[in-house]
């Protein structure tokens, strides 16, 4: 119940497609739906987050699609370009705002953007 | 600009000495901090949970008394790996909740000979 489903675990897009990335989880309890992005030898960067009480939230290229009732999500990188290719992982935890923040990540993508 | 602060970024060390890596929250009180583990082209497994002024929290099956962790302020928590060996080579990454996010440092990478 502590897991976290994430697919493809790899992704070619040419420059300007779109990427898709998918999430899903079992634990209702979650709370908090972070992305990361993470360049090799570097810590995970937060990219973009959404809480369970919104579908959607956009930041800038960065869309986060969330299904409650489906108990997935999903990012969508509009307009991608080769400085987008990264490895990217969902994740999601409880207790949100809390101390504890205590994440359980997804498997990871890595993201190809061609140009 | 970055929040936490990780250090080394890199270590060498031989087998059976040991390592500390250093985590600093950056401007900012964490009273808890997390330490991961990730090996390549694998995601971040947690390790354990670092509480200032008590013991770390440690996730099923890591070995406490090989990675002893100290948060003895607020703002700096400390992963001490022991006698360390070739297969504890990993990327260790630390990160620490601020606003109701959580930030990671740049990581360290152990290589153990």
């Known amino acids: 119940q502590q897991q976290v489903k994430q697919s493809p675990q790899s992704l070619i897009v040419q420059k300007g497609g779109i990427s898709i990335i998918n999430c899903a989880y079992e634990?209702?309890?979650?709370?908090?739906f972070p992305w990361y992005q993470q360049f090799p030898g570097k810590g995970p960067a937060l990219l973009i987050a959404?809480?369970?009480?919104?579908s959607e939230k956009k930041e800038g290229r960065f869309t986060i699609s969330f299904n409650k009732s489906a108990k997935q999500f999903s990012l969508h990188i509009m307009d991608s370009q080769p400085g987008d290719s990264a490895t990217y992982f969902c994740?999601?935890?409880?207790?949100?705002?809390?101390?504890?923040?205590?994440?359980?990540f997804g498997t990871g993508t890595l993201l190809a953007v061609q140009p | 600009g970055a929040v936490v602060s990780q250090h080394p970024s890199w270590v060498i060390c031989k087998s059976g000495t040991s390592v500390k890596i250093e985590c600093r929250s950056l401007?900012?009180?964490?009273?808890?901090m997390f330490w991961y583990r990730q090996f390549p082209k694998q995601s971040l497994m947690l390790m354990a949970t670092?509480?200032?002024?008590?013991?770390?929290?440690?996730e099923q099956g890591v070995e406490k008394d090989k990675f002893l962790i100290n948060h003895a302020s607020l703002t700096l928590s400390t992963l001490t790996v022991t006698s360390a060996h070739p297969e504890d080579s990993s990327f260790y990454i630390c990160?620490?909740?601020?606003?109701?996010?959580?930030?990671f440092g740049s990581g360290t990478q152990l290589s153990v000979l």
């Open positions: 990160s620490a909740p601020r606003t109701g996010k959580l930030f």
């Open positions: 670092s509480n200032e002024g008590s013991k770390a929290t440690y």
């Open positions: 994740a999601a935890s409880l207790n949100y705002g809390g101390a504890t923040n205590k994440l359980i």
């Open positions: 634990n209702t309890a979650f709370d908090y």
């Open positions: 401007d900012f009180q964490a009273t808890t």
């Open positions: 959404i809480r369970p009480d919104v």
